[in-house]
């Protein structure tokens, strides 16, 4: 995609700025095309039959939305085909398609971070921040609706718990990922057992990452027993959804680094590892900070691997290696499936899109900081 | 620097480098024993399942028939996924390579990215809480008017909680790998291609059908099918969104049920045979996924001197 492209469209020589439909006569180059006011005009056309149309089965946004779109389209493409061939008349189907696509794909998104802010922001407060569930029964959230008193519970113990499984799975998939990449791209050299890796550790980006609680669960339960339910259960599974995302950041990046800052290092004598750890990886580490941000971000809201694998609390646990702990996705999944008064649901799906705030932001935030790491650290690439 | 010169010159340092390339091999090495321990350790916790009593199986007819309606399921959510997310993704993909401003390519990309941010539980809940509810007009429009398709048969859902919408869930949520993917390999279309199409007096969609197109197929393909594997394992959104029920052909009545919702909802409550029930449908799961990946990882690697993939 350049500007050149665009400029060499034929069907581009009517829209040049300042230049009168009078001159569209005595312009060879614009004969047969549509006026400038042609894509306009149709878009006014359009909303005003859409409107019509919408009214016709009970107006609402949503319709008038669908209708003017499908018309606009239609009729473009018709019109275009009369005037300027049948040719053209694909041409701007597609470019209105395209463009249609493009916003029908901003819709969910637009609509989910809509709904969150709408229905999360009511529910956030200290109370909500620093209490647990523990001792929230159906009665509290009873009293609450009846006779309108805030909401008593709140996400405390799922936003710890949270931060410790992501912390514990941080720690078990960085140092493997990072090894791992290290492998890959200084010792590996693209053998056999290098290639390998690399296609296994692809195919591993596509576990389901139900089955990776699934094999957690698995795992602890041949060796503690089948009731082995902690939050260290959890960071394992999470760890086999980090690392693959891991080793691919970490070994991009260390590619990048400029085989003459390694070649220098072994010309002064300084032996492979510490030319490693000295040299490439302090080179790269803006990148492979950036990439584990991400991964973090992958892995913090995942659901289906903390539900098989650390189980639900209400109360405050902060040991990973024992008891079962509650994270913010399943404290979501758990209040809008199971509420907490079956008779007043609204309390506990308050709660969970108030969570579900929590947990946006916390995404966003790693996100937003694994660019600004990129951006601000970047390595100078030598190239 | 190898030599034995050099090598020789100095002990010091030597038992450093022993460790940090063992523990580099190592890591690699572990990476392949976990993805055969998922496999293992799913079959050994499996394993019960396969030679108890047919009888003592939920359905009571075997692990067979417990586990072909939800595959099926599986399989009808992530077709509908796909036929919504494949046209819809390519043609974003194809607006921020060779329609947006060039200056806004790179945010609008951010944007579509920012879907894949998003965690799958909170698709769940607003497939739960929005989408549902909002649906249903549709469905009653469809079962009035199309109800004679067996895949539209009325009456309709009245909570809007049907495997169509589980779908279109689904589809949001695989659009921006398939979007991502096949943006990059439109950007490697040769200029040239382009240029050649463009100076005979293409439009730019004939630009685009006749050299962008063919260019990316393989890379196309690939993308459709990680966002198959994606649909396929994605637990949370189905979850929270279907509500559960026996195999039927109607899309907009609730019913059906997937491996990773299965799994998910009745998980917490299992024990013993119940349990390795529902590990071994997360071991159908896992092959079902592998075979699709590997497929895809396959194209990748055939098309990739050319195509830059990966």
């Known amino acids: 995609m350049n500007a050149v492209t665009a400029n060499k469209l034929p069907n581009d020589s009517r829209q040049q700025p300042g230049k009168p439909p009078v001159a569209r006569k005595r312009n060879s180059l614009s004969k047969g095309l549509l006026p400038r006011w042609a894509a306009p005009g149709i878009a006014v056309g359009s909303l005003i039959l859409g409107a019509a149309a919408s009214t016709l089965g009970g107006f609402s946004v949503a319709s008038f939305a669908i209708y003017a779109a499908v018309i606009f389209v239609v009729a473009s493409a018709i019109i275009t085909t009369l005037v300027e061939g049948p040719r053209r008349g694909r041409n701007a189907l597609a470019t209105h398609l395209v463009y249609a696509a493009f916003l029908l794909a901003l819709i969910p998104l637009a609509s989910v971070l809509f709904t969150v802010l709408q229905k999360g922001l009511p529910g956030i407060n200290t109370h909500f921040l620093f209490h647990s569930m523990n001792g929230i029964t159906g009665a509290a959230d009873n009293a609450s609706v009846e006779d309108g008193t805030p909401v008593l519970g709140g996400a405390y113990h799922a936003v710890l718990g949270t931060l410790l499984i992501t912390l514990w799975s941080t720690l078990i998939s960085v140092p493997v990922g990072m090894l791992t990449a290290i492998y890959l791209v200084e010792y590996g050299k693209n053998g056999p057992l290098a290639r390998g890796i690399t296609f296994f550790v692809d195919v591993m980006t596509g576990i389901p990452s139900i089955v990776a609680g699934l094999f957690a669960t698995a795992l602890f339960a041949v060796i503690m027993g089948p009731t082995a339910r902690m939050g260290i259960v959890a960071a394992v599974a999470l760890s086999v959804l980090m690392i693959p995302t891991v080793v691919r950041s970490t070994e991009e990046m260390l590619k990048i680094v400029p085989n003459e800052l390694r070649e220098a290092a072994y010309a002064l004598g300084v032996r492979k590892w510490r030319t490693i750890a000295k040299v490439v990886i302090p080179t790269a580490i803006s990148g492979i900070a950036s990439g584990v941000t991400l991964a973090i971000a992958r892995v913090i809201g995942e659901t289906a691997p903390i539900l098989v694998t650390a189980g639900l609390a209400n109360n405050i646990n902060v040991n990973v290696f024992g008891n079962w702990m509650a994270t913010l996705p399943t404290f979501i999944y758990y209040q809008i499936l199971t509420p907490t008064s079956p008779t007043n649901v609204d309390p506990s799906i308050q709660r969970a899109w108030a969570a579900a705030l929590l947990l946006i932001a916390m995404v966003m935030v790693l996100n937003l900081g694994a660019r600004l790491i990129a951006g601000l650290f970047a390595p100078k690439k030598g190239r | ?310």
């Not at chain 2, 998003?118 to 009035?144: D, H, K, N, R, T």
């Not at chain 2, 299992?270 to 092959?287: N, P, Q, Y």
């Open chain 2, 1 to 310: 620097m190898t030599t034995n010169a050099l090598r020789r010159s100095g002990s010091k340092g030597q038992a450093g480098d022993k460790i940090f390339s063992g523990a580099a091999l190592g890591a690699g090495i572990l990476i392949l024993v976990t993805l055969l321990a998922v496999a293992v350790f799913l079959l050994i916790q499996a394993l019960p399942t396969f030679t108890a009593d047919p009888t003592l199986v939920s359905g009571g007819e075997g692990f067979f028939s417990y586990i072909y309606p939800i595959v099926i399921g599986t399989v009808i959510a992530a077709a509908i996924a796909l036929l919504i997310a494949t046209p819809v993704g390519i043609a974003v993909a194809l607006f921020i390579s060779h329609y947006a401003p060039r200056r806004l390519a790179a945010g609008l990309g951010y944007v579509i990215d920012l879907l894949a941010a998003i965690p799958s539980v909170i698709y769940g809940a607003w497939g739960y809480l929005v989408l549902a509810p909002a649906l249903v007009p549709s469905f009653q429009w469809l079962a009035e008017n199309l109800g004679f398709i067996p895949l539209f048969e009325g009456p309709a859902s009245q909570t809007g909680k049907t495997i169509l919408t589980a779908g279109i869930v689904l589809a949001v949520m695989v659009l921006p790998i398939i979007t991502s993917l096949s943006r990059e390999i439109f950007l490697q279309t040769p200029k040239l291609h382009e240029e050649a199409a463009l100076a005979l007096g293409a439009t730019r969609w004939e630009m685009i059908t006749m050299s962008v197109l063919p260019f990316a197929r393989p890379g196309i393909i690939s993308a459709v099918m990680l966002g198959l594997g994606r649909a396929l394992g994605e637990t949370m959104a189905v979850a929270l969104v279907l509500s559960t029920g026996s195999l039927i052909p109607s899309l907009i009545k609730s019913g059906n049920q997937t491996i990773a919702a299965e799994i998910a909802l009745n998980f917490p409550e299992a024990f013993g045979l119940r349990l390795s029930e529902l590990i071994a449908a997360g071991l159908v799961l896992f092959v079902i996924t592998l075979v699709v990946n590997l497929i895809a990882r396959a194209i990748i690697a055939r098309h990739k001197e050319f195509s830059g993939a990966n």
